[in-house]
């Protein structure tokens, strides 16, 4: 690890450009293609809807069991290795995943895809922009996310148009050879580049604190572990966690059954993928006017209101409608929130504690946001069996995103960095 500063944005074109493009095949093969293939891949094998997206989900739980191992690699190493490795996995993943002919096998290949999203979704290329942009990290975020929130728009469409042409082996195959042709050469080139030493923006007191004072917003100590370890242990920082861990239960168990609670209220299925892929054009319409939000809104207030936008559009959504117009407009709404709440995960590290140990701090807070997250499509499933249907289940979730919204409350420091 060398001493280097942040270089200058005009610097780093290439960097952006090359993670906005890996971001939208990632996000877009690795995990809005699923949603889309999953009937497809149940009655095609015979193996049942709820044994399909478990396998899913368990590639999701080490893609967030893997978040910590691999934060502290990126602190130290930087991203081009993690995230060209994980391209590499994704392809054979995904070949493993279109040829199983056993469900175990099949599982395997999920399992294997989990190794490849821990290195090649949001935390990876967060991680690398946070240190590379320095003080003008929220732009290249931003920049990041706009584009990335693109992928359920570009992929669950073209997704299900290629599924009408081909088998949905097939489509993964096709799926896999784009990974290897673009994101593998992307990230090997583009990310080799010296990487930063991160102490130059270690954060001070203010004027007027001394360390005892802060004891709720990130302890100044001469060890970077012990730093981070000190973070942890605060109030704010837990709070943190269990809100931003709710809401991404609520967020995307709500969001992955989408497709299948509309086509169970007997919406089409091209209809019912339009309707999840407009939701990622509403993430994007969200992220346009976040530089806006952190301008104008402390931190507290602004993930407090995106945070009670996804408890209202969650509970719309348990209205038993399946008008286009009033369904595309739910999902883009909870798009705009789902796509500012990602922003508000990538700076809740740093608008709370500053940019010293980000790796650390955001690896472990996001493996249980991840583990949710992971975990959702089973848990949306299976509360909609359980209950009854998917309306009930809806307004469950509804009550979680309420109770992350509580958490949230308390879960800025005394010293915030708004």
Excluded at 207 to 216: N, W
Excluded at 270 to 277: E, K, N
Excluded at 341 to 348: D, I, M
Aim: aromatic share 10%; with cysteine.
């Amino acid at each position: 690890m060398n001493d280097e500063r942040p270089a200058p944005l005009t610097a780093l074109p290439m960097v952006l450009t090359g993670l906005c493009i890996t971001q939208i095949l990632a996000w877009g093969i690795l995990y809005y293609a699923f949603p889309v293939l999953s009937a497809p891949i149940s009655t095609d094998t015979g193996w049942s809807p709820t044994s399909v997206t478990v396998a899913y989900s368990a590639g999701l739980v080490v893609s967030a069991l893997l978040g910590i191992p691999l934060g502290k690699v990126l602190d130290y190493r930087g991203p081009r290795l993690v995230m060209t490795a994980g391209s590499v996995l994704g392809v054979i993943a995904l070949l493993l995943i279109a040829w199983a002919p056993t469900f175990w096998l099949f599982l395997c290949g999920w399992l294997l895809a989990g190794v490849s999203m821990a290195g090649t979704l949001y935390p990876p290329a967060f991680a690398a922009v946070t240190r590379w942009y320095g003080h003008r990290r929220v732009f290249a975020l931003t920049v990041i996310t706009l584009i990335g929130g693109l992928a359920s728009t570009v992929f669950a469409p073209l997704t299900d148009a290629l599924a009408s042409a081909l088998s949905w082996r097939e489509v993964y195959t096709v799926l896999a050879v784009v990974i290897g042709v673009l994101a593998i050469p992307i990230h090997a080139v583009v990310l080799r580049r010296p990487w930063p030493s991160n102490d130059y923006e270690t954060p001070l007191p203010a004027d007027g604190d001394d360390v005892a004072g802060l004891a709720d917003g990130g302890v100044v100590v001469d060890s970077e572990r012990e730093y981070a370890r000190g973070v942890m242990r605060t109030p704010a920082y837990l709070l943190m966690t269990v809100g931003l861990t709710l809401g991404g239960l609520a967020m995307f168990a709500a969001m992955i059954n989408l497709v299948p609670m509309l086509i169970d209220r007997g919406v089409s299925p091209t209809l019912a993928a339009w309707v999840l892929g407009l939701g990622g054009l509403g993430q994007v319409v969200g992220r346009l006017f976040y530089w806006a939000m952190e301008r104008g809104m402390s931190v507290r207030s602004r993930t407090l209101w995106i945070y009670l936008l996804v408890a209202v559009s969650t509970a719309a959504l348990a209205l038993n409608w399946t008008n286009a117009v009033w369904l595309i407009a739910i999902s883009m709404v909870a798009g705009v929130a789902r796509g500012i709440s990602t922003l508000l995960k990538a700076t809740a590290v740093t608008d709370r504690w500053g940019p010293r140990a980000y790796g650390r701090l955001s690896g472990v807070f996001n493996a249980p946001v991840m583990l949710a997250i992971a975990v959702a499509p089973a848990v949306g499933a299976a509360l909609a069996e359980l209950m009854g249907s998917y309306e009930a289940m809806y307004l469950l979730l509804a009550g979680v995103a309420v109770l992350a919204v509580a958490a949230l409350a308390f879960s800025v420091p005394k010293l915030e960095r708004a």
